[in-house]
């Protein structure tokens, strides 16, 4: 029998081998894209799409300041990220470990 990983098992896995990364970065990315799909979707009539690296980073910007206000920065530093390519490896690690769905876009 084929045991399906929890989330929490998945993510604990992606730590382990990429330390980079505190667990709250991924929690953030997720409701970031979350956060971001949300906005286009009201945006365009409720039409979901792919959303772009742009306007992901554009919609993370947006969430990290509305939870954490002037302080979005220094609990993102805290969480090892620092810079935009950080929320692209977390992407990555989040696609390689099917916690995201890649599209072709």
């Avoid at 045991?3 to 929490?8: A, I, L, N, R, V």
């Avoid at 979350?34 to 306007?55: A, C, F, W």
């Avoid at 220094?74 to 969480?79: A, D, H, N, P, S």
Wanted: charged share 25%.
């Amino acid at each position: 029998m084929i045991h399906k990983q929890s989330y929490d098992q998945i993510l604990n896995s992606i730590i382990a081998s990429d330390s980079r990364y505190h667990r709250d970065a991924y929690h953030f990315v997720r409701e970031g894209l979350d956060y971001t799909q949300h906005t286009i979707s009201k945006q365009e009539d409720n039409t979901v799409r792919h959303i772009s690296g742009q306007e992901l980073l554009g919609g993370m910007r947006a969430h990290a300041l509305e939870e954490y206000g002037p302080m979005a920065l220094m609990v993102l530093k805290e969480w090892g990220v620092s810079r935009c390519e950080d929320f692209g490896e977390i992407v990555f690690n989040m696609v390689e470990h099917d916690l995201l769905a890649r599209t072709d876009e």
